[in-house]
Structures are given as structure tokens and as C-alpha cells.
């Protein structure tokens, strides 16, 4: 950026980016929730992971192309913003219409609304933490984000559980055995995506090109074409540190991703004894993994500012290393155990790699990368993160 970007006080950074809260409400609902509901509709557990490509292959395609068009788009409203905004108007149409489901087909077509829309908002997101940023501060900035995660995907998790202990049957279904809380966590969910990135975008906007900036925009070629040849150029021209972030992307992506797939069947069958969706049993077990992602959401939101201080004595590559083990560990334990209150033993450390994972690789891949391709450097970079997920579903 051509203007000098001023140094932000801690709760303007918050506020900044108060919409990942939104965001992440949303991505924390399809974690904990998509796997049963089409299960609820009649898919058998072999098939969930391709059920489920909407969310890799929307981040394969989506995010790189937002990302270079986000970088050379002028507008009254800002480079991100407008995709800010696309995306979050059609993540909460997602969201609202998912509960209401009545076929696989139905569910699949909207997952794929729902992850455009979330994908059009990620991306540009993180660019614009950096563009607005000093670089001193985006340390914080990117862990800020991380922490949101946490207590975004925390409510999401618990807010079934929420609803049940104030009395709502979980066992009450809707005529395509959906349970009635999903609807009301789903509609919870549209809400706070759009008013939270709005607020964030109101309060904290892009600062001003300079007129460098808008020179280089307007001399850039236009066109689908030049922008996929933008794309090839970056990837061709990667900086050495963000190839080495690809590499340990392949692997933490693909135990996450599996993780996510089928952690609610794992605790049905050991702690629960069932593997039939329909029953009692397996509603308990999917309350039951929402309480368990709970805590270890909750702790990835504490553990991201105890990070900082940590960050920056030893570099985020060691730290994040530690985090990566930790949640490894804890998922090997999680499978073996066969009583509930145990399951939030191995839940610490997943968070810990959790609350690592959202933010330490951007920290890392913002100082590595030019300012002028921030947007789609971060675009390749989510394609680091749903290739993992492909192969896993293949």
C-alpha cells in the first residue's frame, strides 16, 4: 500500500476483525454439522467425504481467483470489501436455507452456496489484515483472527447443547429427521455472518489507494485470462518460505479434515455403542462431540494471545511445531476412550494446535510474501490447505 498505515490500538485490531467471528460461526456449523445431516437424509458414512467437496474444490476455485481480482479491483467501497460483502450475504442464504433441507441433493447444492460465500469472505479477509496492518502489529492481527475462530466455532459447537439444557427436545425432528435445534443454530449463524463482518467493515475501513497504487490497477490487463495468468505467475515465483508452508500444510490439513469428517461416528461408537443416526444415541453423540470441540475451540481462543509473547521469543515455525504435536497426540487418544468426561482430556490439545494452525502460517506467510500480491498469494495459499482435503476424499 502507498499510504502510511498507522499503528492501530489492540481493540481497533479486535474490531477489525470481529466478522471472522461470523465467519467462523458459519465454518464451526459445517464441521459439527453436515456429516449428520446428511446422514439424517440417508447417506451412509463411506460416502461423506465426497459429499462433502464442495468446500475443497469452492476453496481450490474460488480464493485465487478472489484473491488476484481483489488485487486489482477499484471500487468507492475498497479493494475487499465488496467481496466482503457478496460473500457474506450469500454464506447467510446458506445458512438459512440449509436446515430446511428435504434430499442429499438438496443439502450438497447449498453446502456449495454456503462454502462460496464463505470462501468469497476468507480470502480477501486476510489480505486485508496485512494491507491495513504495519507489519509489526500483524503478528497479532493474524493470532486475533485465530482467536476469533475459537470462540466462533465454541458457540457454534455449543449452542446445541445450549438449547437442550434450556429444555428444547434434542430428539425433536422435523419432517427429514433434522433436529430442531439445527435450525435454530443455522439461523443464529446467517445472523451473526452478516452483521459481524459489516460492523467490522463500517468500523475499521481499507485505507485510501495511493495514486501508485491505482496507476498500477488500471495498467494491469484485465480479463479471466490475465487473471489466471497472475495465478501462474505467483505460483511459479512462490517465496522459498511459502513453499516450505505447503509442504506442512499437506499434512495438517488432512488430519483436520478427517478429523472434522468423522469424530461424531468415532464417539458414537465408543462412548455411545451406535452407529445408527436415526437414534437417540447418536443425537447424544453429536452433542456430545459439539461440548468436546467446545472446549478445545475455547482453548485455541485463549492460547492464541498466550501465543504472542511466545511468538515472538522463539519465531511462530517452533511454536507452531509444539501445537501441531500436541493436537496430533490428542487425536490418537481421543479414538480410545469410551467414557464422555474423558473425551475433554485430548480436546487441550487439539485446541492448542487449533488456535496454532489459524494463525501462525498467515503470520509466517505475510512477511514472506510482496504487498503487491498479498490477495492471491493468499488465494494459493488456501489451495494449500484444500488439496489436503481432496486427496483425503479421494
Known sequence: MGHERPMLPYWRILEMNLGFLGLQFSFGLQQGNMGPIYSYL?????????????????????????????????????????????????????????????????????????????????????????????????????????AFTGLAQMLAYLTPSILVSLGMNQDLVDAHRIPYTVHVVFAVGAVLSLTTILWSVLRVPELPLSAEERQRIAAAPRGIGATLAEIGGAIRDMPTAMRQLG????????????????????????????????????????????????????VAFVIAFAMVPLVRRLGPAKVHAACLALGGIGMIALTQITHKAMLFVPAVGIGFAWGSIMGNPYAILASSIPPTRTGVYMGIFNMMIVIPMLLFSI
Do not use: K
Request: charged letters at 10%.
Open 247 to 298: 509442504l506442512m500444510s499437506l499434512f495438517q490439513w488432512a488430519g483436520m479434515y478427517g478429523y472434522w469428517t468423522y469424530v461424531t461416528y468415532s464417539i458414537g461408537r465408543t462412548v455411545y455403542a451406535t452407529s445408527d443416526p436415526q437414534s437417540s444415541a447418536f443425537h447424544s453423540a453429536v452433542l456430545a462431540n459439539g461440548e468436546v470441540a467446545a472446549l478445545y475451540n475455547a
Open 42 to 146: 440417508g447417506a451412509d458414512e463411506a460416502s461423506l467425504p465426497i459429499l462433502s467437496l464442495a468446500g475443497p474444490l469452492t476453496g481450490l476455485l474460488v480464493q485465487p481467483l478472489v484473491g488476484a481480482l481483489s488485487d486489482r479491483t477499484q471500487s468507492r467501497w475498497g479493494r475487499r470489501t465488496p467481496y466482503f460483502i457478496a460473500g457474506a450475504i450469500t454464506c447467510a442464504i446458506g445458512l438459512l436455507l440449509m436446515p430446511f433441507s428435504s434430499s442429499l441433493l438438496m443439502a450438497v447444492s447449498l453446502l456449495w452456496l454456503l462454502d462460496a460465500g464463505n470462501n468469497i469472505t476468507m480470502e480477501p479477509y486476510r489480505a486485508y489484515v496485512s494491507d491495513r496492518l504495519q507489519p509489526a502489529q500483524r503478528q497479532f492481527g493474524f493470532l486475533s483472527q485465530s
